[in-house]
């Protein structure tokens, strides 16, 4: 395959981040399609990014209201569709619609969409099977992070017995900052919504939905299971204490959010939780960090940034070159 | 379980090794020993300090040895919990009457609340507070947990467990590995 043409449904943060990387790095990758939620842009021998981007700086739209992303699902030209829509924990929609019509087409689909995948990630599987194309989420769990890849091809050969680690960047912020400078809760989720961590609901992420979400892609993915949200046991950090915190300090102890897959008990779990200060998943601000607890490899942790618009976009980039290696020429 | 002696021995050679010996030979594990000779003393008897760990049903067979070596018995300190767990309560724990919380997890006879510190909030926002769970046993530790899980759900209260086996503190020199 010579270049690799993509269509990016999906134009906010993580869709721009990923078209700006794109038109600068010469990855042999070209855009044929753009969509964002109102409108969208078709050039089959590729997008000029530049100016796609200024007009959707300028007007807040990337193209022609009358190009909607599922006609650019059916007509486009491309390789690979790189579904970055928003999240929507409850149905998947729109993304899991847009994800089954580009698979029936016989299109590859890389997503950092948890939505669809955390619900229905077996029968899209099956279908990317049955299409002979590939399925790949990497940018749903840990952004920046190569947790799946790690997992599945790292650590091959080797059997899983835990995940363990701080999925959450928002809570992990707000813990930081009650620990290192005895914010309230309340002072330290304001600073990280002033900051832009944290949503103006931040239900999702301070309830441990996020981060139990997380734990359902990992362990319907990496793991074989069939787990949902109902099958993960979750307490958030909205009762989170400061006089708690302090308590641990004062045994050099601290807390964190720690989401853990118990892969021998195939139990599901999200909590506060004490741990040593000098612990390796005690990370500080936004970072995520994950233990996956090997027979062979023992302890492998990895460490990074969880979330944002170019952290983000290097794991649909990493999708999009193993996609293009692996299945060169075959659509 | 560790448990620390105050031996009397007599004040010639050989007397503290007659002191020791048993111990061993019963399979305990000496923590430390002190040994003290005061030059005052015209007793012609010396005081020796032992910790030590050893199975609990070896303790009166040690007393006995002890006892046929001419070894006499000052003191014995019991210290029965080897194992502890520090967990962190949040919620209206006063309200929810923590004598009873307290009660209830000492009455599963599988651990008792070894230590509890408490913050004062301010009036009306949940106390939050650190209890030391004691056991002598993983299993107790585990059972406790259980009730205290109950007793949380019931009384609205939030508990943050440590990672893992990271709470766990063995006092003990036993082989005794936490391979969760």
Same mark, same amino acid.
């Given at each position: 395959m010579d270049r690799l043409k993509i269509a990016i449904l999906g134009f906010g943060s993580v869709g721009k981040g990923l078209a700006k990387i794109i038109a600068d790095k010469n990855l042999g990758i070209i855009i044929t399609a753009i969509a964002d939620s109102k409108s969208g842009i078709i050039d089959n021998k590729g997008l000029n990014v530049a100016k796609v981007l200024l007009a959707k700086k300028k *007007? #807040? $739209?990337? #193209?022609? *209201?009358?190009?909607t992303p599922q006609k650019i699902i059916e007509t486009a030209e491309y390789d690979v569709l790189v579904e970055v829509t !928003? *999240?929507?924990? /409850? *149905? #998947?929609q729109p993304a899991l619609d847009y994800i089954k019509a580009a698979l029936s087409r016989g299109k590859n689909v890389v997503t950092s969409n948890k939505g669809p995948i955390a619900l229905e990630f077996k029968s899209l599987q099956k279908m990317a099977d049955e299409n002979n194309c590939l399925l790949k989420y990497e940018a749903t769990v840990c952004g920046a992070i190569p947790i799946i890849h790690a997992l599945q091809h790292g650590l091959a050969g080797n059997k899983i017995k835990k995940i363990y680690g701080v999925f959450n960047g928002t809570c992990n912020y707000i813990l930081t900052r009650m620990s290192?400078?005895? $914010?309230t809760y309340k002072q330290a989720l304001l600073e990280a919504r002033e900051l832009g961590? /944290?949503?103006?609901? !931040?239900t999702y992420d301070i309830k441990g939905i996020d981060a139990a979400i997380k734990l359902v892609i990992l362990a319907n993915t990496v793991l074989g299971f069939d787990k949902t949200l109902d099958d993960v046991e979750i307490t958030g950090i909205?009762?989170?204490?400061s006089d708690a915190i302090g308590l641990a300090l004062e045994d050099g102890k601290t807390i964190r959010l720690i989401g853990e897959i118990d892969a021998e008990r195939e139990t599901l779990s999200v909590a506060p939780r004490i741990l040593p200060k000098n612990h390796i998943l005690v990370v500080k601000d936004t970072l995520n960090a994950v233990t996956a607890r090997t027979d062979l490899a023992g302890d492998v942790t990895l460490i990074g940034k969880g979330a944002g618009s170019f952290e983000t976009a290097s794991a649909i980039i990493s999708d999009l070159l193993y996609i293009k290696e692996n299945h060169g020429g075959r659509n | 379980m560790q448990i620390s002696m105050k031996l009397e021995v007599t004040d010639s050679p050989g007397q503290l090794v007659k002191a020791l010996k048993p111990i061993s030979d019963l399979g305990g594990n000496i923590r430390s020993v002190i040994h003290e000779r005061d030059p005052l003393s015209t007793s012609g008897t010396l005081d020796v300090e032992i910790t030590l760990d050893i199975q609990r049903q070896k303790l009166e067979q040690l007393k006995e040895e002890l006892k046929k070596s001419d070894v006499s018995i000052v003191r014995i300190d019991e210290e029965r919990y080897l194992i502890r767990k520090s967990v962190i309560l949040i919620g209206h724990l006063i309200h929810t009457d923590m004598s009873d919380t307290v009660e209830q997890i000492d009455a599963?006879?599988?651990?008792?609340?070894?230590e509890l510190s408490m913050i004062m909030p301010a009036i009306n926002e949940p106390t939050s507070a650190k209890m030391i769970l004691k056991s002598d046993s993983i299993q107790g530790i585990t059972e406790a947990m259980i009730k205290l899980r109950e007793i949380a759900k019931e009384k609205n209260l939030l508990i943050v467990e440590p990672l893992e086996g990271e709470g766990f503190n063995f006092d003990s020199g036993d082989n005794i590995t936490w391979t969760d």
């Open positions: *007007t #807040g $739209l990337c #193209g022609d *209201t009358s190009i !928003p *999240t929507n924990a /409850a *149905t #998947g290192d400078e005895k $914010l961590y /944290a949503e103006s609901d !931040p909205d009762n989170m204490s | 599963t006879g599988s651990a008792e609340v070894g």
